[in-house]
């Protein structure tokens, strides 16, 4: 079975940063069937994480440049590898991480088996104990939340960020749809995904969502906070995306929950406080929250300060002003990498995928196979 190339892949994908575990149940493999043909699946092997162009590509896997080239158009169009698109240069080719990527981009042709299968694997494949060192996403403060006197750093304050946008795309939650398949989840809005840049070319490009201006991003976050859902951007402060997710669909925050102390693996600068005495015990907020870091004692609100990841949903709706957020300790903060590159670099650093030996090793086959190529 090792032999497989199912298997092999799903080896050469847990290769990748965001990593691909086995399971005693083989759901990783019954999803890697249902996305990958066994052709598909064998080029995929040949495929790395630094961008190549065909001619490299075919030579390493001993296929005619056209077969390849081929092949590789239609993995990409199927949302399997990522291509980089040069004007007046020649396109690249890279291997695809399952998540956050491959899955994501499959939003558009889910069904019921697919979603049933993969809703099985996201709690194994989210390690909290990897993904409390090296996060993907990371949490912001909706803006109404955000006192003037709170110090906020212009990658923690989440308009900026929007409107540093030169290319913005929204498009349909992945985990909002995949629970609708399975007559689970909410009715919170659907088109939620906020994906910019290059990453908003390559979504545009394989048909997924639609193109916005600022004007209507900030839109959608509003309507995100008035529905409740928690504002999760790429970790780096210059983001490819922001999420707005639900504590009862979104695959991240319900593997999250499940942690001991949620506070300690979500990288969020700031955490929740409640005044007492000014609280009339309403229990909007605890109803509001999607980390159930809230509940009520003695007709008081109370706080759960190690499930609580500052997202600043409950400040919004308090009546009286008795919730306000405030930054932790400098201690207890996560370093936001520069750019997601840097945050895919730590990921593999810290799941030790990433070894000089094994990096050099890896350029030089490639630079290699793209002098054979010539």
């Given at each position: ?47 790395s ?63 019921p088996?697919?979603a ?28 109404e ?50 994906i ?63 942690h ?67 930054r ?47």
């Open positions: 079975m090792k032999n497989d190339v199912y298997s092999r892949l799903a080896a050469h994908l847990d290769d990748l940063p965001g990593g691909y575990p086995s399971t005693e149940s083989g759901v990783e493999l019954r999803i890697l069937r249902r996305l990958f043909t066994p052709e598909e699946a064998e080029m995929a092997l040949h495929l994480v630094l961008p190549e162009e065909v001619k490299v590509i075919a030579h390493r896997a001993k296929l005619s440049v056209e077969k390849t080239q081929s092949l590789l158009d239609k993995m990409y169009q199927k949302g399997l590898i990522l291509k980089i698109k040069r004007k007046d240069r020649t396109d690249l080719y890279m291997a695809l991480q399952f998540a956050i990527g491959i899955w994501e981009y499959h939003v558009n042709d889910l069904d088996e697919l049933k299968d993969v809703g099985e694997y996201i709690p194994i494949l989210l390690d909290p104990e990897v993904w409390k060192k090296a996060p993907q996403l990371r949490t912001v403060p909706v803006n939340s955000i006192d003037h006197k709170l110090e906020i750093l212009p990658y923690e304050n989440v308009e900026e960020l929007v409107k540093e946008q030169d290319k913005c795309l929204v498009a349909p939650c992945i985990c909002r749809k995949e629970k609708k398949l399975l007559d689970e989840g909410c009715e919170k809005p659907e088109e939620s995904c906020l910019f840049g290059r990453g908003a070319e390559l979504y545009h490009d394989r048909g997924i969502g639609r193109y916005i201006d600022r004007e209507e991003a900030l839109k959608i976050l509003k309507k995100a906070e008035e529905a409740g859902l928690v504002l999760q951007p790429s970790n780096s402060k210059d983001i490819v995306n922001i999420c707005c997710c639900c504590g009862c669909c979104c695959g991240v925050l319900r593997t999250i929950k499940n001991p102390k949620p506070a300690m693996i979500v990288s969020s600068p700031f955490i929740c406080e409640v005044d007492r005495d000014t609280c009339i015990g309403c229990g909007v907020c605890v109803t509001r929250c999607q980390m159930d870091a809230l509940s009520l004692e003695d007709d008081k609100a109370i706080l759960d300060r190690d499930c609580c990841i500052g997202c600043g949903l409950c400040v919004t709706i308090c009546l009286t002003d008795s919730l306000f957020l405030v932790k300790p400098k201690s207890e903060q996560m370093h936001v990498p520069k750019t997601f590159r840097d945050t895919m670099i730590h990921l593999m650093k810290e799941r030790g995928k990433l070894k000089p030996t094994r990096v050099a090793s890896t350029v030089i086959k490639s630079t290699i196979d793209r002098i054979k190529s010539r």
